[in-house]
């Protein structure tokens, strides 16, 4: 079973910027996993449906964000420490949310959907101020 626990959120001024990390237990992300493919941050406003911002495979390494972050957000997999990091500049009150990480199955193209994913962290919250 992968455990997730995210850390680094905070509270930050418009066009600073935040490093979140993800660190994970009991997957190999060298090698293959029946059951997880993809790493993924998601964020969640109040109100608001869970948004997919950045994806990574392991395997491979491609990566894909949302439109709302490309190229403000950038992730990157640490597989010695096991850890997958999300540097966020530029933040605006915009991305204020709370940040989870995620492992799944995701098919290319589909990252971004929450259903492919059951494994969660416990989230680790960002505020951004004007």
């Known amino acids: 079973q992968v455990r997730l626990v995210e850390s680094g959120g905070g509270s930050v001024q418009a066009g600073g910027s935040l490093r979140l990390a993800c660190r994970f237990s009991?997957?190999?992300?060298?090698?293959?996993?029946?059951?997880?493919?993809?790493l993924t941050w998601f964020r969640q406003a109040p109100g608001k449906e869970r948004e997919g911002v950045a994806n990574?495979?392991?395997?491979?390494?491609?990566?894909g964000y949302s439109y709302s972050v490309q190229g403000r957000f950038t992730i990157s997999l640490d597989n010695t420490a096991n850890t997958v990091w999300l540097q966020m500049n530029n933040l605006n009150t915009a991305d204020t949310a709370m940040y989870y990480c995620a492992a799944g199955w995701a098919d290319s193209g589909t990252w971004f959907l929450p259903t492919n994913y059951n494994s969660w962290g416990q989230g680790t919250q960002v505020t951004v101020s004007s």
């Open positions: 990574i495979y392991p395997i491979g390494g491609s990566k």
């Open positions: 009991g997957y190999d992300p060298t090698g293959y996993d029946p059951n997880i493919n993809s």
